[in-house]
Nanobody
C-alpha cells in the first residue's frame, strides 16, 4: 500500500497559478512513478502528467504542456504539480497516483489519493 494525500487545491482566477502537493507514506516512494490525473463533472478521469521514479522522465497531456510542471522530492516522499496559466477548463478534481511505471491509462495505476478540488474562475 502507498497511502497518498493531495493538498493545495482551491479557487483561482484564470491566468493564475496553484501548486498541488501529494504526500506519500512508507519507505518505498522512490520505487514508484507518480502521476497526476483530473476529473471534471460528467467527464472521465484523464491523464495530466507523470514523472518517473528518479525524475529522469516527465510526460504531459497536450492540454497542459507548457503550463504545468511535475517534480518530486524523494527525500520528502512528495510529488508536486505546478500549474501556471490556469484556464476555466482546468477546473476538476485532481488526483495523484502511484505505479511501478508510467502508463497513461488511469485504470492501470495502483494507488490513488482522495483528490483535491481546483476551480478556475473566468
Amino acid at each position: 500500500q502507498v497511502p497518498l494525500v493531495e493538498s493545495g487545491g482551491g479557487l483561482v482566477q484564470a491566468g493564475g497559478s496553484l501548486r498541488l502537493s501529494c504526500a506519500a507514506s512508507g519507505r518505498t516512494f522512490n520505487n514508484y512513478a507518480m502521476g497526476w490525473f483530473r476529473q471534471a463533472p460528467g467527464k472521465e478521469r484523464e491523464f495530466v502528467g507523470a514523472i518517473s521514479s528518479r525524475s529522469s522522465s516527465t510526460y504531459y497531456a497536450d492540454s497542459v504542456k507548457g503550463r504545468f510542471a511535475i517534480s518530486r522530492d524523494n527525500a520528502k516522499n512528495t510529488v508536486y504539480l505546478q500549474m501556471n496559466g490556469l484556464k476555466p477548463e482546468d477546473t476538476a478534481v485532481y488526483y495523484c497516483a502511484a505505479r511501478g511505471g508510467i502508463i497513461l491509462t488511469p485504470r492501470a495505476w495502483d494507488y490513488w489519493g482522495q483528490g483535491t478540488q481546483v476551480t478556475v474562475s473566468s
